[in-house]
Every structure is written in structure tokens, then in C-alpha cells.
């Protein structure tokens, strides 16, 4: 078939190739056949198109051909394009040329299947208009973070992904043999950005991050992609005010790019627009605890970490995105610094989203003192000295520093309106899951 003048499905439903003979290239998303005629849908990257494909205008062998092709079978079509309204996108393409590329086997994902049949067969599976959906959301998300920080002037900055430390507590690391030693894989990129940004002062990095949670909830993955950003010379306050215009920016990118994916998937694009330019407060955890007192009946002792059923509660009094910061001291990771004008509260953030999607993003000013880290790490039973270069970095030139990390699937999650985590990301790995 003629390569001259193949193009994507989306380029006719824009409307502007009616009554044009066209090529195109895909698989067949639905197909029947009545007689002398088979109605099909086929797919590509960019969309699906009604097509008929008669009898009279092709050879004996195409028409065989098409009428025995099983869905997902992979195919090139040549066609006329014809606006029909009664078409789901407006058009018809009308074949007068089929090559079936290969014909498949029968397709084992029909309607109305489990999600854990859906999740084992993850590798057809992502083929679905959804899960394309998220992906083409997800890519933009991820495109929109380097831009955001790269315009600002950061650097991208890599660290190792198997670490001798914990991050963010020894209970979730995932231990790996090193030759005769052994290693984790990384829970953050944080600690040797904090070595970075005495070179390069703005940093941020997206990469993939390891927590081995033991819990089975529909907002932790035990691979996940977190952005990350690290920067010189900034508070707590700066880099929240940053947080913001990071998930504001990601929303308007996506809003620009995938209006039909957010169609697909049935979100309100409306109120996503609404949020993307809406001021995002700021709150402390205390004034969260008495939101969730006055408002919502629930009486939480000052000191215990807000968990799902908290947070959700709390977003109900809130349309956009939150920030909460001040958090107990005692229940912060050991890098987290006390805050000078309230001391059993520490100088760190979490940004909760709307409707029950959680936090999004944590982050914190770094800790300058190596007495107070050394006896939270000991208390932690962590050996100090693997730990000595990290204090390093308080010996040598100390300056104020602060960052935080962005969870992409969680704001995958969020814009797309998932009930799962594990649709956000395209091979998800959770507790009871590493295949296929
Ligand atoms: P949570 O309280 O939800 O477990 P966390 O406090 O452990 O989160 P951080 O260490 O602050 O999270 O990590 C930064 C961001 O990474 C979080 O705000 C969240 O968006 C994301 N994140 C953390 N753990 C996971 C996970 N297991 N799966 C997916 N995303 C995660
Ligand atoms: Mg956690």
C-alpha cells in the first residue's frame, strides 16, 4: 500500500480530510460483520474511526481477510473520508484498500473482567482508551516538570539509586545484595541533593523511588516516581510558595494538551481550570486539628500524624490544593528541623489534594544541626556512621537549604479522578504485585 499520504486517526476527526482518500495504520477495536459489509473500529496512537468496509470495493481476498480479522489484529487501510454525524468522532472512513498486518489471536480482555484478571493481563490491558488516556496525561505531567524547573534556571541533577541509607525510615527500605555487602534501593533522592546544592544551588530530579509499604491502601505503590527539587539559601515558606506554582503549572499544561483524555476519563475540566488558577492556602497542622475539631467532631490529640481518614475530612473545607505545615516535631523524619518560634513542631510542609486524593507533595526546610540529627538517627537505632558523609556537608560551608518531592502518581492520580493508584502508573508494583 502506498506510504504517500498516511496519516493519524485524529488528523480526520479535526475535520479537515473530508472526501480525501487517506491511509492509516492501527488495530481493530471493535469489528462486525453483516453480509457483504464489516463494520469496524479501528485505533491508533491519536484515536478511533468508524469504518465500513463493503464487499463491492475490494478484492475477494481483502474482504475475506477483513471479515475474519479478530480484534487487535493490526491492519492498513486505505479509505475515503465521509463526514457522518450519526459516527462517534463525526466521521466514516469508507475502505478501498485492507492489509491485515497480522491477525490476532482471541484477544483474552472482554467486557466486565476483574480488575486483578485486568492487572495480569496489564500488558494488553494498557492498550484500553483509558489507561492510553492516563498515559498521554501522565507523559504531560512529566514534560511539565522539567519545564518548570528548568526555566526557573535548575539543574537536573542525578543521585544513586542504590544507597547505603534510609531517607525516610528504616521500616520501607528495600534491601539489595551488593556483592558481599548489602545496599537499598533509593526512598529519596533528598540526602545527596543536599551534597549537590553546594555546587549547583538549584536543583530537581524525577526518578524512580522504592518503599517497601506494608500496607495495602489505594494511595502507596512500592515503586513510584517521585519529582524532586532542592535549593540553596530558601525557607520553609519560599519552597511551598514554589510547591504551588509547580502543581498550578502541571494542571494548566495538562489542561492545554489533554482536554480529550480528561473527556475520556470523565473528569470536569471546569473545575481543574478553576483550580489551576485559584490561591492555594496555607495552614498550620494545628489549625488543621482544629478545623477537624470544630467542623468535622473529631478529636485528634495534638501529636498524631494526620492519616487518610484526617486528610480526607480535612479536604472537605477545601476546594483547591492545601499546604500544612508545622508538624509535630517527633513524628518528622530526623532531617526535619524544629522551628525556632514553636519548637515541638517542625519547619515542613504537606500539600493535600482536594476530594479525598491525599498528599501530594512533602517537603521541609534541612536540619543544620548534627547533635540534634545524631540523636534522632540513634534513636531510630541507625548507625551514625553511615551518616558521617551527610554531616559532612553541615562541616563544610552550612547554609540554609530546603526542598521537597512532588509524588507523580498521586497527581496522576488526582487530575485523572482514579479510585487506584495503581492506574496511574502504566506496570504498577504494590505488596501483592511485581508481574508482569
Ligand atoms: P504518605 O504519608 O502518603 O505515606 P510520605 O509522607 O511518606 O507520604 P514523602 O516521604 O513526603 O511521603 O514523599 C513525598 C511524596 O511522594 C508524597 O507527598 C507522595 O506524593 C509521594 N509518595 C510517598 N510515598 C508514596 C508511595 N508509596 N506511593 C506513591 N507515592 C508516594
Ligand atoms: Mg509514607
Not at 467542623?295 to 472537605?316: P, Q, S
Amino acid at each position: 500500500m502506498a506510504k504517500t499520504n498516511r496519516i493519524k486517526i485524529d488528523d480526520i476527526l479535526q475535520g479537515k480530510k473530508t472526501d480525501k482518500i487517506v491511509n492509516i495504520r492501527g488495530w481493530i477495536y471493535r469489528t462486525r460483520s453483516s453480509g457483504n459489509i464489516v463494520f469496524t473500529i479501528i485505533r491508533d496512537s491519536s484515536g478511533t474511526i468508524q469504518t465500513t468496509i463493503k464487499k463491492d470495493n475490494l478484492s475477494d481476498k481483502e474482504f475475506e481477510d477483513a471479515k475474519k480479522a479478530l480484534i487487535e489484529s493490526s491492519l492498513e487501510i486505505q479509505g475515503t473520508v465521509k463526514k457522518d454525524m450519526r459516527a462517534p468522532g463525526g466521521y466514516e472512513l469508507q475502505a478501498s484498500k485492507v492489509k491485515i498486518i497480522s491477525f490476532a489471536e482471541p484477544f483474552p480482555i472482554v467486557k466486565d473482567q476483574s480488575p486483578e484478571f485486568l492487572l495480569d493481563q496489564r500488558h494488553l490491558w494498557i492498550r484500553s482508551q483509558k489507561l492510553t488516556s492516563i498515559m498521554k496525561i501522565r507523559s504531560t505531567i512529566v514534560g511539565a516538570i522539567h519545564r518548570f524547573f528548568r526555566d526557573k534556571g535548575y539543574y537536573e541533577f542525578d543521585a544513586p539509586v542504590l544507597q547505603p541509607n534510609q531517607c525516610e525510615g528504616g521500616s520501607t527500605l528495600f534491601e539489595v545484595k551488593y556483592y558481599d555487602n548489602k545496599t537499598y534501593l533509593s526512598q529519596s533522592w533528598q540526602l545527596y541533593a543536599e551534597a549537590a546544592v553546594f555546587s549547583l544551588e538549584k536543583i530537581y530530579n524525577m526518578g524512580p523511588t522504592f518503599r517497601a509499604e506494608k500496607s495495602k491502601t489505594s494511595r502507596h505503590l512500592s515503586e513510584f516516581w517521585m519529582a524532586e527539587m532542592e535549593v540553596a539559601w530558601m525557607d520553609l515558606y519560599a519552597i511551598t510558595e514554589i510547591a504551588k506554582e509547580e502543581v498550578k503549572f502541571i494542571l494548566k499544561e495538562v489542561l492545554k494538551h489533554n482536554k480529550k483524555d480528561l473527556e475520556i476519563l470523565g473528569q470536569d475540566i471546569s473545575k481543574l481550570e478553576k483550580i489551576s488558577k485559584a490561591k492555594f492556602p496555607t495552614i498550620t497542622y494545628t489549625e488543621a486539628l482544629k478545623i477537624l475539631e470544630g467542623k468535622e467532631n473529631m478529636d485528634i490529640k495534638w501529636g498524631k500524624d494526620l492519616r487518610t481518614l484526617e486528610e480526607d475530612k480535612l479536604m472537605k473545607h477545601f476546594e483547591t490544593p492545601v499546604v500544612v505545615t508545622n508538624y509535630p516535631l517527633k513524628i518528622m523524619a530526623f532531617y526535619k528541623p524544629s522551628d525556632p518560634i514553636d519548637s515541638e513542631t517542625a519547619l515542613c510542609f504537606d500539600m493535600i489534594a482536594p476530594e479525598g486524593y491525599g498528599e501530594i507533595v512533602g517537603g521541609s526546610q534541612r536540619s543544620l544541626n548534627v547533635d540534634e540529627m545524631t540523636n534522632r538517627l540513634k534513636e531510630m537505632g541507625e548507625k551514625i556512621e553511615n551518616y558521617d558523609w551527610y554531616f559532612d556537608l553541615r562541616r563544610y560551608g552550612s547554609i540554609p537549604h530546603s526542598g521537597y518531592g512532588l509524588g507523580v502518581e498521586r497527581v496522576v492520580m488526582w487530575i485523572c479522578g482514579l479510585d487506584n493508584i495503581k492506574d496511574s502508573i502504566p506496570f504498577p508494583r504494590t505488596i501483592l504485585r511485581y508481574k508482569p
